[in-house]
Structures are given as structure tokens and as C-alpha cells.
């Protein structure tokens, strides 16, 4: 099941999304950003984005969370159980295998170094709050090389790629480290 807290490191903090009317408002102004209409094509109403947060938060299987960089607002994150995703049947994934979205929200922090360093961050939370994950996956759309780049420089590897209704997406995966 997954959880509806997430223990970021500082300077990172990780705010649970209920699916408010101001959620709903937040994202929808984020995610029309051209960087994120072209990579997470999501430029919905602020009623859609919070009927969506709103079947996050009573759902069993996905979280989304805004985190914080000192304070300051900068992803989205949505993290879910592999098993009840769309990637189900793309993978031969264990029961506890997780995933991940994130869309950095604030493009004045891009560039910086602080995307690879929260992914890092977020993985190890990931694998310490679900302990049988064995390896997490993502599946950013295979055109937006900056953010496989910054997997790939993170330790995940590519698995495939697959074609979803609104993207061709590259599966990308990281195994929980050992030792």
C-alpha cells in the first residue's frame, strides 16, 4: 500500500496533495509551462488537476506530493506501485517494484544540479519507505532526453520503449543498491 508521507532529506520537503481547488489551481498553472506541455502534455483545468489529486489521495496505489527546495516550491511528484500502473504489463515486476513522475515546477532552478540531487534523494527515500521494492521505475516520454539524461547520470538504465495513448515512453530503471 503505498504511503501518504514521504521523509525527504533537507533541504527537501515533500507536502502531501489532498486535491484541493487550490492544488487543482497550482498544477494546472504549472503545467502549462511550455517545458511541461511538451513533456507531460497535462495543461488541464484546475477542476480536472484537482479531481485528479482528489482520486490520488483516496487511492492505494499512487501518492502526489509537492516538494520543496528550502522552502520554496519546485516538483511535482507522483509516486506509485509498478503492480497497478499502466507499466504492469510492461515488465516483469515484483510485488513491492515502485515508480515515479516528477515535473520540476520552477524553471528558474534548472540548470542548477538540484533535479539529479532530489532524484537521488527521492529514490532513497523510495527505497527506504518501501523496503520490498527492488527496483523503481519512470517512463518520462523518450523525447525528453534533458530528464534521461539525468536518470541515466542517477544509476537508471534503459529497460524499453513503450507506446502509451499520449506518449512513446522510454522505461527506465533502477535497482535498489546492494551492500
Known amino acids: 500500500m503505498i504511503q501518504h508521507h514521504l521523509d525527504l532529506p533537507s533541504p527537501w520537503s515533500?507536502?502531501?496533495?489532498?486535491g484541493t481547488a487550490a492544488d487543482g489551481a497550482r498544477l494546472a498553472r504549472w503545467m502549462k509551462q511550455d517545458y511541461l506541455v511538451n513533456t507531460w502534455d497535462q495543461a488541464w483545468t484546475p477542476e480536472r488537476w484537482a479531481a485528479v489529486l482528489h482520486r490520488h489521495a483516496t487511492s492505494s496505489d499512487v501518492s502526489a506530493f509537492l516538494v520543496h527546495h528550502e522552502a520554496q516550491p519546485f516538483a511535482y511528484i507522483?509516486?506509485?506501485?509498478?503492480?497497478?500502473?499502466?507499466?504492469?504489463?510492461?515488465?516483469?515486476?515484483?510485488?513491492?517494484?515502485?515508480?515515479?513522475?516528477?515535473?520540476?515546477?520552477?524553471?528558474?532552478?534548472?540548470?542548477?544540479?538540484?533535479?539529479?540531487?532530489?532524484?537521488?534523494?527521492?529514490?532513497?527515500?523510495?527505497?527506504?519507505?518501501?523496503?520490498?521494492?527492488?527496483?523503481?521505475?519512470?517512463?518520462?516520454?523518450?523525447?525528453?532526453?534533458?530528464?534521461?539524461?539525468?536518470?541515466?547520470?542517477s544509476g537508471f538504465t534503459l529497460l524499453k520503449t513503450v507506446r502509451f495513448p499520449q506518449k512513446r515512453a522510454a522505461v527506465m530503471v533502477l535497482p535498489r543498491p546492494t551492500g
Not at 88 to 116: C, N, Q, T, Y
Request: aromatic letters at 8%; hydrophobic letters at 40%.
Open 14 to 18: 515533500a507536502q502531501y496533495l489532498h
Open 78 to 153: 507522483e509516486v506509485y506501485e509498478l503492480a497497478s500502473s499502466p507499466l504492469a504489463e510492461h515488465g516483469s515486476w515484483a510485488s513491492g517494484d515502485m515508480g515515479f513522475h516528477i515535473a520540476v515546477v520552477e524553471p528558474r532552478k534548472l540548470g542548477r544540479g538540484l533535479a539529479r540531487r532530489l532524484v537521488g534523494d527521492l529514490c532513497g527515500a523510495i527505497f527506504t519507505h518501501y523496503g520490498s521494492a527492488e527496483r523503481i521505475a519512470v517512463e518520462p516520454n523518450e523525447e525528453n532526453k534533458r530528464i534521461i539524461r539525468l536518470l541515466e547520470h
